[in-house]
């Protein structure tokens, strides 16, 4: 990569942890309602696996998708307003923190039926099978997902038909609340596309530069095979499953065992290590994110309500 | 005017939108290589080929998930469900993804997508395999749920599904594919969302659909033969629902029984009564009775099974009472 790239990868990772603190402190204020799901600890993941797309591969992924949709190119301005519940969302208010999506950006949105997009995913790629082109759909799902029918209907389809998807496995160790070795038969979730004759791998998930390199690699397998691939990132969420986790399942220690390997530090000290950029310019992405969400914030909370007419709005396409 | 079977009408619809638009495609478990399991794609797979008569594994989930995926993408894909009892096992995406896709994400998805599935009892198939839910499907906006009671309305209706931008459930009876009708020469469409009368009549009202709609005409003769002439309303599409052509009619004749297959609780009838009370209440001359399925899980014994189904003479013994 070059340095304008990992530099764009270190904004990327650092606006989605400063838009989610953010949003966790108007989540605490009651500006934003329903279920918040935080991508903090996670951020490594998707910025380096989706760094690895065409524009014209997709993107489809769970509810934890604030940090995907920023990282396919959609505003923190539209984030903002969305967690908001505005009208200048992109999903106009009406789907919140668990449904963004932008067709515009190639990203089919979060999903919060676990499992639920799995059989979608591979539906987007038959659809371009069908038109005979070589975009590929990038699907990520917790390992949580893996356990449930869905999955293995998916995964199946995929194989069968030879259908351009990565399935993308964020393993955050913890299903919930409920830790993968008592969820999965096992624990290494990558074993299950083994049951499939899925070709398949896994990295580090905190490491941006390790994710990218593995998914890049994948995607050339899928894109000159034609044929899925199995990624098992692992990784873990700083935070609670959800906004109001009281985290019974997971002792402090644990946790702070993980901080200490956290992705940004961690990409930080990479980017000074090897030379490729000065503390200095890194304190101004630091900056240039602190202004960005700060009027995001500002965006959203002027942004106007959906009105009564959008209430009935969208319900179909034809009248 | 050309007669021709349920079976053949479904089948000219489906190759007639394939032959017009190469977005179309089926996907569906033996819709291909054994030609339907109740033989509407016999010879599609010869004629069209694995791309586009897509044989999937048993997996009710995969083949509609995949199908509002393609659909997302700008496909026109028609999955089909060998039995609606199947359709539980894919409710999620019936439900919870199709229906709500579009809505939730500010109007940024376009699902066009027709789920072909059969239903109803009267073939000893036991009780999980004979089920008539339409009800619970017409519950859910943001989906349209259509079913025809006749080879022209199936022929039309299917086609204007085909073309429709959003997820259509179109259910088909397991018992009408060798009913035969006059279907006209040539192609034509018949709006979704648009009530029918199937028989003019002016002592009361019979405001039925699908298999319910063969029973009615039948009564219908039986009523004649003692003077009694029932005009039948034909729902066509149970959501969205056309009320107009009910209202007409029971405003006319003030006295309505309602028919259907599938059980009386919570069903179709009592969606049609509790409008026809809400918006006709001052005509009202006699209390609406409900023609349905008893409340039992269908069984397999050939004289319970037919007990347990709306019959013939159950219409007509209900247009007496509500006459009385």
Not at chain 1, 11 to 25: D, F, N, P, S, T
Not at chain 1, 146 to 161: P, Q, S
Not at chain 2, 294 to 307: F, I, M, S
Request: glycine share 10%; aromatic share 8%.
């Amino acid at each position: 990569m070059k340095k304008e790239q990992l530099l764009d990868l270190y904004y990327q990772m650092v606006l989605i942890r400063r838009v989610e603190e953010r949003g966790a402190e108007l989540y605490q204020a009651g500006k934003i309602g329903g279920f918040m799901h935080l991508y903090i600890g996670q951020e490594a993941v998707s910025t380096g696996l989706i760094a690895a797309r065409e524009p014209r591969d997709r993107v489809i992924t769970a509810y934890r998708d604030h940090g995907v949709a920023l990282n396919c190119g959609i505003a923190a301005n539209e984030v903002m307003a969305e967690l908001l519940g505005k009208s200048t969302g992109m999903s106009k208010g009406k789907g919140g923190s668990m449904h963004m999506a932008s067709t515009e950006k190639n990203m089919w949105g979060g999903h919060a039926i676990v499992g639920g997009h799995l059989p979608v995913a591979a539906g987007l790629a038959l659809g371009d099978q069908y038109a005979k082109n070589d975009n590929i759909t990038i699907c990520m799902f917790g390992d949580g997902a893996t356990n449930i029918g869905y999955f293995h209907e998916a995964l199946n389809l995929a194989k069968t038909w030879g259908l351009r998807v990565l399935w993308v496995c964020e393993n955050n160790q913890y299903g919930m609340g409920t830790a993968v070795e008592r969820a999965s038969a096992v624990p290494e979730i990558r074993q299950k596309a083994e049951g499939y004759g899925m070709k398949n791998g896994q990295v580090d998930g905190m490491d941006v530069v390790k994710v990218y390199e593995a998914a890049s690699e994948a995607m050339n397998f899928i894109r000159k095979e034609g044929q899925p691939y199995f990624l098992e990132i692992d990784t873990y969420r700083f935070r609670g499953h959800s906004m109001g986790d009281p985290e019974r399942y997971r002792k402090a220690e644990e946790v702070k065992k993980w901080q200490e390997n956290d992705p940004i530090g961690i990409f930080n000290k990479y980017l000074l290590d090897k030379k490729v950029t000065t503390r200095k310019a890194l304190d101004e992405i630091e900056t240039r994110v602190e202004e960005e969400v700060a009027k995001a914030v500002e965006f959203a909370e002027s942004s106007p309500e959906p009105t009564m007419e959008d209430l009935y709005a969208d319900i179909y396409a034809d009248n | 005017m050309a007669k021709i079977t349920m079976r053949e009408a479904i089948s000219q619809a489906l190759m007639e939108e394939m032959d017009r638009d190469p977005a179309v495609f089926i996907i569906g478990e033996e819709v291909g290589v054994w030609g339907g399991t109740y033989a509407v794609t016999k010879g599609f797979y010869d004629k069209y080929g694995s791309d586009r008569i897509k044989d999937t594994p048993i997996a009710e989930n995969a083949i509609i998930g995949a199908a509002i995926g393609a659909a997302m993408v700008g496909q026109r894909p028609i999955a089909e469900l060998m039995t609606i009892n199947f359709a539980f096992s894919a409710m999620d995406y019936i439900v919870n993804q199709a229906a709500k896709l579009r809505y939730m994400f500010g109007g940024q998805f376009m699902l066009p997508l027709v789920i072909r599935a059969v239903g109803g009892g009267g073939r000893q198939l036991g009780a999980t395999h004979s089920q008539t839910p339409d009800a619970i499907f017409a519950h859910f906006p943001g989906l349209k749920v259509v079913s025809p009671g006749t080879p022209e309305d199936a022929k039309g209706l299917l086609k204007s599904a085909i073309r429709s931008n959003d997820p259509i459930l179109f259910i088909e009876h397991a018992t009408m594919y060798q009913v035969r009708g006059d279907v006209p020469e040539g192609e034509y469409l018949i709006p979704i969302g648009k009530s029918k009368v199937q028989r003019p009549g002016k002592d009361l009202t019979i405001i039925t659909y699908c298999k319910g709609l063969e029973l009615s005409m039948k009564a219908a003769e039986e009523l004649a033969k003692e003077g009694i002439e029932a005009e039948i309303i034909d729902l066509r599409t149970l959501r969205p629902l056309d009320m107009g052509p009910v209202l007409e009619s029971f405003k006319k004749t003030n006295r309505a029984i309602v028919v259907e297959e599938g059980w009386k609780s919570y069903g179709v009838g009592s969606e049609i009564v509790s409008r026809i009370y809400e918006e006709a209440f001052d005509y009202v001359d006699a209390p609406i009775i409900r023609v349905a399925q008893k409340e039992v899980p269908l069984p397999y014994n050939r004289t319970l099974e037919q007990a347990a189904l709306p019959q013939v003479h159950d219409i007509i013994d209900a247009a007496k009472e509500v006459l009385k």
